[in-house]
């Protein structure tokens, strides 16, 4: 495995924009249309690997760039951004994830006009998240980050995944 910690971040964030892809078939299908499989697929996202990644930016990533940012990158503000929108985004995606859960089991949604705005206003909110943490973060990522940064980085993502398995 000849990949580094950033490209594997930055791998979570592809997946990420699949998984919004699939909130809006999803909510695009509302109510008769609703494939089980891809619901329990997205919920499993949003319940496990959403808060792991986020978790990952938070404890490994985002300390190591505010050690190593320069003050003209004006850091800090978007990372105390990013990170509020994880806490909010991680409580949304656990209330989602619950009824996509009861949608996979066969369940029809008892509000199908409030699940919709509710999967459209994550996915929409979530894609702009994604947009600012590739063009603004992880490229100061690559540029601020010493190999030895990328080796404490993927140590501390080995260890996250070893808590939460």
């Known amino acids: 495995m000849a990949r580094d910690a ?23 299908g509302l109510p008769d249309e609703v494939d089980r499989r891809l619901c329990a697929q997205v919920a499993s996202c949003l319940a496990f690997d959403l808060p792991l990644h986020h978790h ?7 300390p190591l760039l505010r050690q190593r940012a320069q ?9 105390e951004r990013l990170a509020a929108e994880h806490s909010s985004d991680n409580d949304f995606a656990s209330e989602i994830a619950e009824a996509l859960e009861s949608l996979a089991q066969g369940a029809r949604p008892p509000n199908p006009e409030m699940l919709g705005y509710m999967l459209r206003g ?32 993927q140590a501390q993502m080995n260890e996250n995944r070893r808590q939460a398995g």
Do not use: K
């Not at 990952?56 to 985002?62: H, I, P, T």
């Not at 590739?134 to 010493?146: G, Q, S």
């Open 122 to 153: 994550f996915f929409e909110r979530y894609r702009r998240h994604i947009h600012w943490e590739n063009t603004l973060v992880m490229p100061l990522a690559r540029l601020r980050l010493t190999p030895e940064d990328l080796h404490a980085l």
């Open 71 to 79: 003050p003209e990158d004006g850091l800090d503000s978007i990372l």
């Open 6 to 28: 950033l490209d594997m971040i930055a791998s979570a964030h592809a997946v990420q924009v699949q998984m919004c892809d699939a909130m809006e078939r999803i909510a695009d």
């Open 56 to 62: 990952d930016e938070e404890v490994a990533l985002f």
